[in-house]
């Protein structure tokens, strides 16, 4: 049986001199945790974590029981304390989550769907996991969720009756203020369902901004016009400006970080292998083909690895941090130095079992929180 559990793995510095290739990297006060089930028909997939102001972590997955009747996963959620140990578990009947915590200031919650395939935000106590409160987001089948810096919810789902990619911005109090459409042109709904339910391929759905000296917005990894797209959007209205587009839905980005003006860090896939870009130059004012961006082949990732890109700091510099698995089981991450795009860091931290990043981010100490899949 092939079983998945969320892991979990603390990384308290990252290394800043040159390059480095490190084939078993581990803090001396960093912790590795693996959280599962007793009941081996449960099965996990790790989603999203956020660090607590009063120290420790919450984590949202997934929930899929293999012998159930019911199609799509249900959420689960787990905090810890700051080292990592079991505070509380809640399950909750709302399918599907889909992706990012919600995190706007003491709130804490997720966005997933009803049987009727709705998307709702649901609040939790973060002390006890119950639910405090639901806000009905008038769009369905929930794909990603994204905070912005100026505390708004941005939404992408999908209209099964348009066959369009939907993305809504909601303000204080999950009141809507802006919604689009992007009409995909094709039937799409089968791939996004197996994409929700875990039986399908799993594709690179993310939520972005952008600040350029003359624009501001949102970039969104989506399908659109037959293709798997990377769309930037107005930050008012939502209208589309530009777009990278790709080969159907076999070839796309995987993820992507805005630098300065219009500079983006960028990986991607093609055929199954791997692709890095640390500094690309994008009009977000126009359409534009992804094999025009010239990149770097990461032939070590694991066939269409998924890539999770942040900025971190460390002795007062800033870095560009991609992180992803390799094909011998280990998580890799690829630290670019901001201000010349030079890579100066490869670290390695090898699993016994096949692995996949979900999400990771920096911590209040400047320690790196990854979590991930591990397969049993």
């Not at 797209?229 to 777009?243: E, I, N, P, W, Y």
């Not at 992507?256 to 292998?273: A, L, P, R, V």
């Not at 089981?329 to 670019?336: A, E, I, K, R």
């Not at 670290?347 to 990043?357: G, I, N, P």
């Amino acid at each position: 049986m092939n079983r998945v559990f969320p892991y979990i793995v603390l990384l308290s510095l990252l290394l800043t001199g040159c390059e480095i290739d490190q084939k078993d990297f581990l803090p001396e006060d960093g912790f590795t945790k693996i959280y599962n089930h007793p009941e081996e028909t449960l099965s996990f997939y790790t989603e999203s974590l956020v660090e607590l102001s009063q120290g420790g972590f919450i984590l949202i997955s997934a929930l899929k029981d293999e012998n159930s009747e019911l199609e799509y996963p249900s959420t689960h959620i787990i905090r810890t304390s700051a080292a990592g140990e079991l505070l509380w578990a809640q399950s909750y009947d709302w399918l599907a989550p889909s992706s990012n915590l919600i995190q706007l200031g003491n709130t804490i919650g997720f966005v997933a769907m009803n049987n009727q395939f709705e998307a709702h935000a649901v609040i939790i106590d973060e002390e006890t996991g119950d639910v405090r409160d639901l806000h009905d987001l008038q769009m369905t089948m929930p794909l990603y969720s994204h905070t912005d810096s100026q505390g708004k919810l941005i939404v992408l789902g999908y209209d099964f009756v348009s066959r369009s990619s939907w993305v809504s911005s909601f303000g204080a109090n999950f009141v809507l203020e802006a919604s689009v459409k992007l009409d995909i042109s094709t039937d799409l709904e089968y791939e996004i369902q197996r994409h929700l339910n875990k039986t399908g391929q799993e594709y690179p759905f993310f939520i972005g901004e952008y600040n350029t000296s003359s624009t501001s917005g949102y970039f969104v990894n989506c399908f659109y016009n037959y293709t798997l797209r990377s769309v930037f959007l107005d930050g008012s209205s939502l209208t589309r400006r530009g777009d990278i587009y790709s080969f159907r839905t076999e070839e796309g980005i995987s993820s992507m970080f805005h630098k300065e003006d219009d500079i983006f860090g960028i990986t991607s896939y093609y055929e199954g292998n791997n692709y890095i870009l640390p500094a690309a130059s994008i009009d977000v004012n126009s359409s534009q083909n992804i094999k025009d961006l010239p990149a770097v082949p990461l032939y070590e990732l694991t066939f269409k690895a998924g890539v999770e890109v942040e900025k971190i700091s460390a002795d007062s510099l800033e870095y560009e941090l991609f992180i992803s698995q390799t094909n011998s089981n280990s998580l890799v991450f690829y630290q670019y130095a901001m201000d010349s795009d030079s890579l100066v860091n490869t670290l390695y931290k090898e699993m016994d079992q096949k692995v996949e990043v979900s999400d990771f981010i920096q911590t209040a100490n400047k320690g790196i929180v990854v979590l991930a899949n591990t397969h049993i």
